[in-house]
């Protein structure tokens, strides 16, 4: 007789973000990452974009940035153990690669998933998201305050940009009437409400008959007694 073996909570937990790392692995150029453990307790989270570090006393751009993340045995209930291990001159990152991630570091939110946490490691490393009002580096958060060399952020993508691109490209391809909505995404069917706003419907017109502009035009042509009555009923995808 075969037993069923007990999945605990965490257990479930921690397979869980070990798939949404996988997915978004997929969704993005910038992200990798590695795993240890079955299931994993600990990852070396690896980003590769624009960011910063001093190098001599001068502050330079880093392209790769290495993150290991710990899953200590009340994980989700406390907060992974985060160190930075490249080089980062970042106001809330300390000079040995603590990571402060501001009210989460006292107010843990357990249902925070793992994918989530590295959005916001890479924001923090493009200078997206920075504080310059409790810094645990204070000699980059006096630098940050007063610099003029670099443009905040360093790297304009998100950490998801491979699924952000296919949003634009949706975008592209739309008709011009809905081409107002931009910014969007996610990926979605022309007939999809969620790219409508109440501002802005569309209307479903017989074209098998005669178009828009030529009906208009024969319809002023005519006569004022001959002449029909604006449609009152508008069909509203």
């Given at each position: ?63 790769t ?70 810094p ?89 007694s ?12």
């Amino acid at each position: 007789m075969l037993r069923k073996t007990y999945d605990s909570p965490q257990a479930r937990r921690l397979r869980s973000d070990r798939s949404a790392l996988e997915r978004l692995r997929d969704e993005s150029t910038i992200f990798r990452f590695g795993a240890q453990g079955d299931p994993p307790q600990r990852y070396l989270i690896e980003f590769h974009g624009r960011s910063l570090a001093r190098e001599r006393g001068k502050v330079i751009e880093w392209q790769t940035h290495q993150v290991e993340v710990k899953l200590g045995a009340s994980y989700p209930r406390t907060m992974p153990e985060l160190r930075w291990l490249s080089p980062i001159f970042h106001p809330n990152i300390s000079e040995i690669g603590l990571v402060c991630l501001g009210g989460y570091n006292t107010h843990w939110v357990p249902s925070l998933q793992l994918d989530e946490l590295c959005e916001m490691l890479w924001d923090m490393a493009r200078f997206h998201n920075y504080d310059l009002r409790s810094p645990y580096n204070r000699e980059a958060a006096l630098w940050a305050a007063s610099q003029a060399t670099f443009a905040f952020p360093m790297d304009d993508r998100p950490l998801r940009d491979l699924r952000a691109a296919k949003g634009r490209e949706a975008v592209v391809s739309r008709p011009e009437s809905f081409n107002r909505r931009s910014g969007i995404s996610e990926p979605a069917s022309l007939s999809a409400p969620s790219f409508l706003s109440e501002e802005e419907p569309i209307f479903i017109l017989d074209t098998d008959l005669i178009g828009p502009s030529q009906q208009e035009r024969a319809r002023r042509s005519e006569p004022p007694s001959r002449r029909e009555p604006p449609p009152e009923v508008m069909f509203l995808d």
